[in-house]
Every structure is written in structure tokens, then in C-alpha cells.
């Protein structure tokens, strides 16, 4: 199947059902998978995309843990690929190679499931402030993210998800820089405030309307909050942009200090439950970010996706 087929074969699939999304890639890679050790006693990293090359096998083996548990979108691991974060790391010249690999990587992993499963490339925010309120020019960004949705497109991408965003310009930039780099479907999440707004004072009503009108696929919310407090958010989307498939992406509750580690205070049934209410809200990628694990995707599974194809059905 070619890159152009899966991309329009996943546009039909997310307008017509409910897709699930993996969760936390940062917090499976801090721990060897099945040994509690810390990753970094076995290799040192600046940042987590650099292990897509130098411990590549510990990146694969989060996604088939991921598509074990039944994820149909695999996100790759570059959320902070992008040139000026991989600057300030010291290793800019890696960009491309990190990112290509990275989409590569999930591909691989999406290639050993017993079902569809497809392969999202991650691009997060820079970092930095755009003009006026920074020195980032509009352009220079939006030709920052081109570079690496090229990347990423390369490496066998399917879709591009912009996510974490605070920043209506610079979430704009990153949508423009993906489109002009590659044909593929480009998905964008916000991450919203328990007041409902981003950091940036940004509105659930005008991050959908001028990001649909801008050329996004979908629309929605990532990180943030816990899934009580993104419902709203969602449903707001959904009640200016009916016709929008939305994404939503909660962390598992609030982190808590407990003997020295961070719990999230949602665990995955709780996570789980709130799920039929994002289905009613319009949500079309439903999964999960900080805090959760294979077993919130299972749970997700099982509760969410499997249930509504046999209320389909």
C-alpha cells in the first residue's frame, strides 16, 4: 500500500470510527522495559530522540508494547525533533536522521500487528516564543516544522500529529510548515488550562475554527489535564465544529510526590470511564499522554473502541 493510500485510508477510518492512540513514550523510556533499571545507567542521551539511534530497540519495543495493547495510531518518538530543540541539544545535524528514523521505527512495530495500525509523527512546540512576543519569525518556524514533517514523511509516516501546542501562531506555523512538506493527513492538539484556556489565552472555539480553516484534518486537546477536566474542552470543539473529528489525548490524572517517585492519581479503569463521553463529543483519536502506560491503551480498548464497533455493528 502506498503512502498516499494509507494516508486517505486513514482519513476515511477517523471520520468513520473511533481510532485509538497510544500513550506516554517519555515515561517508558526512562525504565529498561521489564527491568526497572534507569535508562540512562545504560546509555547516555541529551534527549529522548536520540536514542532512536543509539538505543533503537528500546524505542521499539515501547510501540509493540503499545500495539500489544491494541493502539491503531502509534506516535513516533520526535516530539522535541525539531531543529531548535535538537540545537540547544548540540546535535541539529542529527535532525533529519533522528526524525526519518524514528518514523521507521514505528512503522516497524506497526508492521508485527495482527491489525491496522498506523504510524503518526509527533512534532511538539520549539521551545521558544514567535514574534512579536519572541525572536522566532512566523516563517523561520513554519520552515523549522517543514523540515522535520519532511523527515518524518520520509521515514513512512502516515499522518502528522502537532501536538502540545499553547500558541495559535506557532501551532499555524507548524500546520503550514507540515502541509507544504508532505501530503500526508495533519492532526493538531492544544493543550488547554483547567480554565479553559491555553497558557497563551487561546479559546477551545478559536484553536478549532481557525486551525480547521488553516487546513487541519482534526482537531483537539493533548496533555494538561486529566480526562474530567479536558471533557469540556472537547465538547466546546465539538459544539462550534460538529462536523470536525477530534482528538483527545488526557494525562492520567495530576502527578502526586509519593516516597520519592511521581504517581498519576487516575489510574486506567478511572482513565477508561470518561471514554464514552469523549466518543459522544465528537472525539475520533482517543488515547492517552503523561502518566499513562500500555495497560490505560488495553483498558481504553476494551472499554471505548471494542464496545462502540459492536454498537455498530
Not at 92 to 119: C, F, I, M, P, Y
Request: aromatic fraction near 4%; proline fraction near 6%; hydrophobic fraction near 45%.
Amino acid at each position: 500500500m502506498t503512502a498516499t493510500t494509507r494516508a486517505s485510508t486513514f482519513l476515511n477510518a477517523l471520520r468513520s470510527k473511533p481510532l485509538l492512540c497510544d500513550g506516554a513514550m517519555g515515561t517508558m523510556l526512562e525504565a529498561a522495559m521489564g527491568a526497572g533499571q534507569p535508562l540512562a545507567s545504560a546509555v547516555d542521551y541529551l534527549v529522548p530522540e536520540a536514542l532512536n539511534e543509539l538505543a533503537p530497540q528500546r524505542v521499539l519495543a515501547v510501540h509493540q508494547a503499545y500495539v500489544a495493547a491494541g493502539a491503531q495510531v502509534l506516535e513516533t518518538n520526535s516530539f522535541g525533533g525539531n531543529a531548535i530543540k535538537l540545537g540547544a541539544a548540540g546535535i541539529v545535524q542529527d535532525e533529519w536522521k533522528l526524525n526519518e528514523r524514528a518514523a521507521r521505527l514505528a512503522r516497524e512495530a506497526a508492521g508485527t500487528a495482527t491489525h491496522e495500525v498506523w504510524v503518526a509523527g509527533s512534532i511538539g512546540p520549539t521551545g521558544t516564543f514567535l514574534a512579536p512576543l519572541g525572536d522566532l519569525p512566523f516563517e523561520q518556524a513554519r520552515d523549522v516544522f517543514a523540515s522535520q514533517a519532511a523527515a518524518l514523511a520520509a521515514g513512512g509516516a502516515d499522518l502528522l500529529l502537532i501536538e502540545t501546542m499553547t500558541d495559535l501562531e506557532e501551532a499555524r506555523a507548524a500546520l503550514l510548515g507540515a502541509k507544504s512538506a508532505s501530503t500526508l493527513p495533519v492532526l493538531v492538539t492544544l493543550t488547554f488550562e483547567s480554565h479553559g484556556r491555553t497558557m497563551m489565552g487561546l479559546t477551545p472555539e478559536e484553536a478549532v475554527r481557525v486551525l480547521v480553516d488553516s487546513g487541519a484534518d482534526a482537531v483537539g486537546a493533548n496533555c494538561g489535564l486529566g480526562p474530567g477536566a479536558m471533557l469540556p474542552v472537547i465538547e466546546r470543539m465539538h459544539h462550534t465544529r460538529p462536523d470536525v473529528p477530534l482528538v483527545a489525548q488526557a494525562n492520567a490524572g495530576q502527578p502526586v510526590l509519593r516516597n520519592g517517585r511521581v504517581f498519576y492519581d487516575v489510574g486506567p479503569e478511572a482513565f477508561a470511564s470518561a471514554a464514552p463521553a469523549f466518543l459522544e463529543a465528537g472525539v475520533r483519536l482517543l488515547g492517552s499522554c503523561c502518566g499513562s502506560a500500555p495497560p490505560y491503551t488495553a483498558t481504553l480498548s476494551a472499554v471505548a473502541v471494542h464496545r462502540h464497533c459492536h454498537h455498530a455493528t
